[in-house]
């Protein structure tokens, strides 16, 4: 017998980016427009697994994890050429969301604490990296 497994619904899960946000309006027409549903996701949600906030099997609650991270951004549900349109209409709207990932097989089964802080350590290698090759070439 094959296990059936549910796919994630397409939704964007935004953490940090109150509605209060001037380009959060700009960020729900994307999601509209993309077929995405927008998920705000806050403290409480720390704790739960990235599959289980875009719908998949998991609890619907769990301990929060101490968390002070930038906005974030996690997609679901868009191919490539729909996730061009979709950060295009991001961009064009003001929506400063400085992480942003995919929800991939892999980091569907992490907390949203892991991933944020996965997105944080990224970055700041991407800027190390770029500072690094600036001084490199100031040389």
């Known amino acids: 017998m094959k296990a059936r497994i549910r796919p994630l619904a397409p939704c964007a899960l935004v953490w940090n980016y ?14 509209r427009a993309e077929g ?9 949600d720390t704790g739960r697994t990235i599959g289980s906030l875009c719908g998949g ?3 619907a609650s769990a301990p929060a994890i101490e968390a002070n991270y930038p906005a974030a951004l996690v ?8 996730l061009d349109s979709f950060l295009t209409r991001l961009r064009a709207g ?11 097989p892999t980091n ?20 190390a990296r770029a500072a690094a090759q600036t001084a490199q070439k100031e040389q």
């Open 108 to 127: 569907q089964g992490w907390t949203l604490a892991a991933l944020l802080a996965e997105l944080v350590q990224e970055r700041e290698a991407f800027a």
């Open 36 to 44: 995405l549903t927008l998920t705000p996701v806050g403290p409480a």
């Open 75 to 82: 997609m679901n549900g868009l191919d490539r050429s729909r």
């Open 57 to 59: 099997p998991g609890p």
């Open 94 to 104: 003001g929506v400063s969301i400085p992480l942003k990932a995919m929800v991939t």
């Open 18 to 31: 109150p509605d209060t946000e001037p380009g959060f309006a700009a960020l729900a027409d994307a999601c």
